[in-house]
């Protein structure tokens, strides 16, 4: 097992040097075709001018329908839906997408098509997953966007691994006690502001695993904003929160999301033609012009006028943190996930605790091999989980190698499960966590596995729901808050426990973060790929789904969409999703645990996630974001 802490490289010239073309084979074709091309056009150029003219005019008309290639079929599911699925919460069909040459799993299926369409293009996993990141953050805008970081998990065929960290940073002004006494700066408004990261993770992804030319990957959303397409449901439900009402009358909100003074309905046309305008920008200069040219000027001068202290020279001196992913083992798989800040490790450890499980040890619950014994130990494991994230932060500032090495230790597992009572659950004192932690929020999550087996997991964020809430009106970016995903000093909670210092707000310092993008892989193969958005829930939604997979045998739609279970210590109370039966929620509390039913318009956690069987690939994407995933 290997810590990502061994081997970190900064790759501060690669993202700074968007202008820098990269030659690969792929891209030595298309330049074969386009000099096909020219001389084809020399040929036509010498025919009547009429002719010229008519072929000029036909250009034109279907220029305008480049991307997506086949924009008419983006909207309604696919049809090669093996199995439909109500998922209750919802009262809609969720599907299982099948193909043989590549999936996608996004929140939103507009982008899951983008991705599949760029497969098609000759594209990897990495242009796939770029490509569709890049649309979530323009569509979904209150997941995630180019005014926000994240993780990406990569697998090359070969069975080499890495793990890009592109969070957040904090800004060079930044220091431990700047949001004491006053939490609200810390989630809207330019203090909020970390230093954006994904436009720079995005960039050294592709200058090391892509196969297309980078602009390819910015064109499918390019022409979603600019010439518009149905607003999805799930952001039209967003927007009608209360907290947003005053997107309605701000100059720059309204001209996206309500035009009319009123919020666009689900299935009305929306346009974001400056974001449209930025992208392409950064289709053409890369990363540079976002970190250190126009884009990034402009981008400053906002953050500061909004009250933030975002420098020029913080936008430059970001990099991204290309790592050795970390490593565990779970019913013969091999499972890959990142490091922390990450909350790789915390997986692990629940993964490595539950693999011993008898989960047929206990009563039967609703006639089928889960027993409510299994249930309960696999709530008490969520609770140590959540007790040994305590300890973690952003490595590059301390050294927790010790701690994280406990985490991934089996002998340490071995020790918690011999803990867990057979006959009760306990008091958050009983699991050892020395400090709080924050609450993390918001985040999206894709999958991907192309035709070569390459997989690729990317877990991007904003934090809260549209960030900062602050958009800046040059260029449609909507700016982050993660810088309320640190910790402050001082600040006790309710059950006693200070903040982690290791979580503390310094210069540079990478917030902590629940993101866990994972891929499982048997007999050297990727078997699959996921991971989830919800925040502070997304670790044990993901370890919930592994163990429905693997240990309860469940299909990849019934890991997914049947009740989720969660438990962080502290509040002490285990939450599940209100479509459970009454049998489940009186079975758990026999044991002693508070439960709280999370009602279905507040789904808590989405899962996104590919599996391969038998050369053929299945996705699904969670129905509780109104999600459809893509595949051919």
Not at 4 to 27: P, V
Not at 337 to 353: D, F, K, M, Q, R
Not at 542 to 560: A, Q
């Amino acid at each position: 097992m290997t810590s990502k802490s061994s081997a970190s490289k900064k790759y501060d010239e690669s993202i700074l040097s968007g202008k820098a073309k990269k030659t690969s084979k792929s891209q030595r074709s298309s330049s074969k075709v386009s000099n096909k091309d020219e001389t084809n056009s020399l040929e036509r150029s010498s025919r009547p001018s009429l002719l010229a003219i008519i072929i000029v005019l036909l250009a034109a008309i279907f220029s305008l329908k480049i991307w997506p290639v086949h924009f008419d079929q983006i909207y309604p599911l696919s049809k090669k839906a093996s199995h439909k699925y109500r998922y209750k919460n919802k009262g809609d069909y969720q599907t299982v997408i099948e193909g043989r040459n590549g999936a996608v799993a996004t929140e939103e299926h507009t982008c899951s098509v983008v991705g599949t369409e760029i497969l098609k293009a000759g594209g990897n996993a990495v242009d796939a997953a770029i490509a569709s990141g890049i649309c979530i953050g323009a569509v979904n805008s209150f997941s995630s966007g180019i005014g926000g970081g994240g993780f990406m998990l990569i697998r090359h065929p070969n069975g080499t691994a890495h793990s890009l960290n592109f969070r957040e940073t904090a800004p060079s002004g930044s220091h431990k006690d700047m949001f004491h006494g006053n939490s609200k700066v810390s989630q809207v408004g330019g203090l909020s502001v970390a230093v954006p990261g994904e436009v720079a993770g995005y960039e050294v992804a592709w200058k090391l695993y892509g196969k297309l030319p980078w602009a390819k990957l910015l064109e499918p959303t390019i022409h979603l904003m600019k010439y518009g397409m149905p607003m999805p449901k799930e952001l039209a439900s967003r927007l009608r929160r209360p907290e947003f009402d005053y997107f309605r009358t701000h100059p720059t909100w309204s001209k996206v999301y309500a035009p009319n003074g009123r919020f666009l309905r689900a299935g009305e046309k929306f346009y974001r033609p400056t974001l449209a305008a930025t992208l392409e920008e950064i289709s053409k200069y890369g990363a540079e012009v976002f970190y250190k040219g126009s884009i990034a000027k402009r981008l400053v001068d906002f953050v500061q006028a909004e009250g933030g202290i975002l420098t020029m020279e913080d936008m430059a001196n970001f990099s991204v943190n290309v790592e050795n992913p970390v490593y565990g083992s779970f019913e013969g798989r091999e499972v890959i996930t990142c490091g922390a800040p990450c909350s790789g490790e915390v997986l692990i450890l629940g993964l490595n605790i539950l693999s011993e499980v008898n989960f047929s040890q206990g009563d039967s619950i609703l006639g089928c091999e889960i027993t409510d014994l299994g249930l309960h130990q696999l709530i008490e494991t969520m609770k140590w989980m959540s007790a040994g994230r305590t300890l973690l932060g952003d490595p590059t500032f301390f050294d927790n190698s010790k701690h994280v090495m406990q985490l991934l230790s089996k002998r340490h597992a071995d020790d918690i499960r011999e803990d867990i009572s057979l006959d009760r659950t306990y008091d958050f004192t009983h699991y050892h966590a020395e400090y709080d932690f924050p609450q993390n929020h918001g985040t999206t999550h894709l999958s991907v596995i192309d035709q070569d087996g390459m997989a690729v997991g990317l877990t991007a964020s904003i934090n809260l729901l549209f960030g900062a809430q602050i958009m800046e009106p040059g260029t449609g970016i909507i700016f982050n808050d993660h810088m309320d995903d640190f910790a402050s000093p001082g600040i006790i909670n309710a059950f006693g426990l200070s903040p982690s210092p290791y979580n503390f707000i310094q210069p540079g310092k990478r917030p902590q973060s629940s993101a866990v993008p994972t891929i499982l892989v048997n007999n050297g193969s990727v078997e699959m790929v996921l991971g989830g958005s919800g925040g502070s829930r997304i670790v044990t939604a993901v370890l919930d789904t592994i163990i429905k997979k693997y240990k309860w045998n469940k299909s990849l739609l019934d890991s997914i969409e049947s009740p989720r279970f969660h438990h962080q210590l502290m509040p002490n109370i285990a939450y599940i999703d209100e479509t459970v039966e009454d049998e489940v929620r009186l079975a758990l509390e026999k044991f002693g645990h508070v439960i709280d039913l999370i009602p279905v318009q507040s789904p808590f956690s989405e899962i996104q996630a590919v599996f391969k069987s038998n050369n053929t690939l299945y996705a699904v994407s969670d129905s509780r974001k109104q999600a459809v995933a893509a595949a051919y």
